[in-house]
C-alpha cells in the first residue's frame, strides 16, 4: 500500500508513480516510470533554463547599475568649451593660425557676436565680451590655472614653432615613476592658458575601490621643474 496511516511510503518505483502521477497508473510499469523519468527530466530543464534566465537578467541590471554609477547623466564625450574674448578677430587668428582649428557655420539666430572653431575632436565657441576694454587679461603664466591641455607629436617642434612665432611660454617637466612628461603653457590672446604636452607618455590608472584625491608631490614623488621663458 503506498500510504499507510496518512504518510506516504513509496517502497518502490510503482508505488511513487501513482502516489505523484495517479493518472499514469493505468498505464504499464515500465512505460509509466519512463514518461515519469522524462518529465522529471523536463522539469529540470525548465529550472535551469528559468535560473539562467534569472540569472542572465540579474547580471545584465548589475551591469546598468555599474554603468549608471559610473555614468549618471550619460555623457558620451565633450563637445565644446566656450571662451569669452575681448575681439573674436583676434581669437580667430589665434586658435586657427596658432593651434589648428578651422572656422565652422555658427547658427544665424544668435543676436551677440562670436564665431565656431573645431579640431581634434572638440569645439571652441568664442563669445565676444561687451565690455573689452574692462576685461581683465592674466598676464603671468601659472600652469596650476585653469586651461586646456593638446597632445602634440614633437615637443621640440612646438617650442621652436612659439619662438618663431613670439609667443612668451613656459616649460615644465613632471617625472613619475621614471617617466617624464613634458609640458609647455602660453596664453590666448585673451589669457586663456593653453598647455601642450607629450602626457600620453604616462600611463591613466584609475583608482579602482577608491575616492579621488589630490594627487600631493609627498605621496606620488613628484617633481616639476618650472622655468620661464621670455622672448
Aim: some cysteine.
Amino acid at each position: 500500500d503506498c500510504v499507510t496511516q496518512g504518510v506516504p511510503l513509496f517502497p518502490n518505483f510503482s508505488c511513487l508513480i501513482q502516489f505523484r502521477f495517479p493518472c499514469l497508473a493505468l498505464l504499464p510499469s515500465s512505460l509509466a516510470i519512463l514518461l515519469v523519468r522524462l518529465i522529471s527530466r523536463r522539469k529540470n530543464l525548465v529550472l535551469i533554463s528559468i535560473w539562467s534566465v534569472f540569472v542572465l537578467g540579474f547580471g545584465v541590471f548589475l551591469a546598468k547599475m555599474k554603468e549608471s554609477m559610473a555614468n549618471p547623466l550619460h555623457l558620451k564625450s565633450l563637445n565644446h568649451i566656450s571662451l569669452v574674448c575681448r575681439s573674436v578677430e583676434e581669437s580667430i587668428d589665434f586658435y586657427q593660425n596658432v593651434l589648428g582649428f578651422f572656422p565652422i557655420r555658427r547658427p544665424g539666430s544668435f543676436n551677440f557676436d562670436g564665431a565656431w572653431l573645431f579640431g581634434y575632436g572638440i569645439g571652441i565657441h568664442l563669445l565676444q565680451t561687451e565690455d573689452p576694454d574692462n576685461t581683465p587679461k592674466k598676464t603671468e603664466i601659472n600652469p596650476k590655472d585653469n586651461h586646456i591641455s593638446f597632445q602634440c607629436e614633437s615637443m621640440s617642434a612646438v617650442e621652436k614653432k612659439l619662438k618663431e612665432m613670439g609667443i612668451t611660454y613656459v616649460r615644465a617637466m613632471v617625472e613619475e615613476g621614471g617617466i617624464h612628461v613634458d609640458q609647455i603653457f602660453f596664453h590666448d590672446p585673451d589669457g586663456f592658458m593653453i598647455e601642450i604636452c607629450n602626457c600620453d607618455n604616462l600611463p591613466v590608472v584609475p583608482l579602482a575601490g577608491e575616492m579621488a584625491r589630490p594627487c600631493l608631490r609627498v605621496n606620488l614623488q613628484m617633481m616639476q621643474q618650472i622655468r620661464v621663458v621670455h622672448q
